[in-house]
């Protein structure tokens, strides 16, 4: 009798031990997949960090990252509410009260002009500028002034927002810009023929095009910024479950998200993950004067210079200047 109780036992306990090594080689393998964690220690108490996208995902794990370690944390959000309610729970998170939602709206040149003003006037150093926010792959839609709506939030918002802060950012040398990009950039092509892709529109071309269009950003501001004691970056946070892919087919489906779901869990990073690279650049007293570069993983990783090309990146400053009415 103890014997079948055993053997039953065995039977019944053998599902869970299957189990439970199953759940442990996903830890493991989430782990690994989800790159370096940062170990630095670095506190950067009385820095001001601006991060726009800030409310939600990435953009709010690099302010709870920030505010942790004593920061001014300007959250620059166009859903108000959504940021007011991330601000509470970075507050309980970390203890710095010092956090703050502005109203920016990256598909309008108003807002963004009048949010650069708001800054300029009454902040009195902006020593981190993280551009951030982004859309993804979705249908065909323009912004308030016209643009080709991942092309206009990606970049050219982002391009005319640090532009009209760094005057401000000159002053509080030593600062960072840090441009957050997919490495779909790799895939990019700069459509110069159709650059707002008024003649077709193709939603996985005009996403890459727009990751493109912000490395090349980073170059020219690079040259831009030379021995002003400013630095610019471009950063890969790596494959990143947030709500940027809820236009990506998979989420769209019930059925492909009932079994491709769960491989998206093991495979792709959390927040948390993502925003480790992000703040090791905003950070690390090491790279301080790196300037023009691509980090993933937290360090350095070469750009390929058959897509990057200096000559590019300084064609595209100057129809950016163009089209948001800088020149």
């Not at 990506?248 to 990073?269: A, D, E, T």
């Amino acid at each position: 009798m103890a014997s079948r109780v055993k053997r039953t036992l065995a039977k019944l306990l053998f599902p869970f031990s299957v189990l439970g090594t199953a759940i442990g080689g996903i830890t493991i393998l989430k782990d690994y997949m989800g790159g370096v964690h940062y170990q630095g220690e670095e506190r950067i108490a009385g820095k001001t960090a601006i991060i726009t996208g800030a409310n939600s995902g990435i953009g709010k794990a690099i302010a709870t990252g920030l505010a942790d370690r004593g920061a001014r944390v300007i959250m620059a959000c166009r859903d108000f509410d959504r940021c007011e309610e991330a601000k509470k729970e970075i507050i309980e998170e970390t203890a710095n009260r010092n956090v703050c939602c502005q109203r920016l709206d990256l598909a309008s040149i108003a807002s963004i002009t009048a949010f650069a003003e708001m800054i300029n006037k009454y902040e009195p150093h902006v020593d981190i500028l993280i551009n951030n926010a982004g859309v993804m792959m979705c249908p065909k839609a323009l912004t308030q002034d016209g643009f080709e709506q991942q092309f206009g939030v990606n970049y050219l918002g982002h391009f005319l927002l640090t532009v009209l802060l760094m005057d401000k950012m000159k002053k509080s040398a030593p600062s960072r810009i840090l441009n957050i990009c997919s490495y779909a950039f790799r895939d990019g092509v700069m459509n110069w023929t159709d650059l707002n892709s008024a003649k077709t529109y193709d939603n996985k071309a005009a996403f890459c095009q727009s990751q493109l269009a912000k490395v090349l950003f980073t170059v020219e501001l690079e040259k831009q910024l030379k021995g002003t004691g400013v630095t610019a970056n471009a950063v890969y946070p790596g494959l990143v479950r947030t709500n940027i892919t809820s236009h990506l087919s998979i989420n769209k489906s019930y059925i492909s998200s009932f079994f491709l779901g769960p491989l998206q869990w093991i495979m792709m990073k959390n927040p948390v993950q993502g925003a480790q690279t992000p703040i090791y650049c905003s950070v690390n007293k090491d790279i301080e004067e790196v300037s023009g570069k691509f980090f993933r993983n937290c360090q350095e990783s070469p750009l390929p210079s058959n897509v990057i090309n200096p000559e590019d990146a300084k064609r595209l400053w100057l129809v950016s200047e163009k089209w948001m009415r800088l020149t």
